[in-house]
T-cell receptor, first 116, second 115 residues
Framework: AQSVAQPEDQVNVAEGNPLTVKCTYSVSGNPYLFWYVQYPNRGLQFLLKYITGDNLVKGSYGFEAEFNKSQTSFHLKKPSALVSDSALYFCAVRDPAGSSASKIIFGSGTRLSIRP | DGGITQSPKYLFRKEGQNVTLSCEQNLNHDAMYWYRQDPGQGLRLIYYSQIVNDFQKGDIAEGYSVSREKKESFPLTVTSAQKNPTAFYLC??????????????FGSGTRLTVV
């Protein structure tokens, strides 16, 4: 069965510093991986996805993520954090070869807090 | 603009009452989903539908019901059998269930509170 783990409930970073939000996954086939962001009392917004090709994926708001097959990871990164990046971030995975290919599985979320 | 509309934004339910949350999309998406989010927690799948007139239970379907009579609409009813319904409910859609390279588009959510 497919699964995704976000090992950190909260990440705290000073504004201007680089940030990393960690994500690991488990699927039976080649994964399709996603990052979403959620602001208070709002739905989730799509940030970026990895389907195939270059392991470094660039997305919205200056975020990027690196697919690492050997470590089964898809960490979200940004070179210089902004206070406005403070939000709840979800990693998600879809296994196109699995029996549940119609569904995306979401991680438990990581709260990112950027201090001025 | 295309998107998903959830209504109402806030909903209050009395004990023993059924309430229905609306989800409408004009994206021509085939698949639609309902999630429940509790404070500080992730998303849990309630029901999903891959095509009109068909839907499947998710991980926490007990106490909920859905219908999919039209492609653009996927309402969720929270019944009196759901003992702890206070939560934030999110609706999502995806172009085709069989095209896994697409992600989901989410609505802005409905916050349900039992009074």
């Amino acid at each position: 069965a497919q699964s995704v783990a976000q090992p950190e409930d909260q990440v705290n970073v000073a504004e201007g510093n680089p940030l990393t939000v960690k994500c690991t996954y488990s699927v039976s086939g080649n994964p399709y991986l996603f990052w979403y962001v959620q602001y208070p009392n709002r739905g989730l917004q799509f940030l970026l996805k990895y389907i195939t090709g270059d392991n470094l994926v660039k997305g919205s708001y200056g975020f990027e993520a690196e697919f690492n097959k050997s470590q089964t990871s898809f960490h979200l990164k940004k070179p210089s954090a902004l206070v406005s990046d403070s939000a709840l971030y979800f990693c998600a995975v879809r296994d196109p070869a699995g029996s549940s290919a119609s569904k995306i599985i979401f991680g438990s979320g990581t709260r990112l807090s950027i201090r001025p | 603009d295309g998107g998903i509309t959830q209504s109402p934004k806030y909903l209050f339910r009395k004990e023993g009452q059924n309430v229905t949350l609306s989800c409408e999309q004009n994206l021509n998406h085939d698949a639609m989903y309902w999630y429940r989010q509790d404070p500080g927690q992730g998303l849990r799948l309630i029901y999903y539908s891959q095509i009109v007139n068909d839907f499947q239970k998710g991980d926490i379907a007990e106490g909920y019901s859905v219908s999919r009579e039209k492609k653009e609409s996927f309402p969720l009813t929270v019944t009196s059998a759901q003992k702890n319904p206070t939560a934030f409910y999110l609706c999502a859609s995806s172009p085709k269930a069989g095209h896994p390279n697409y992600g989901y588009t989410f609505g802005s959510g409905t916050r349900l509170t039992v009074v």
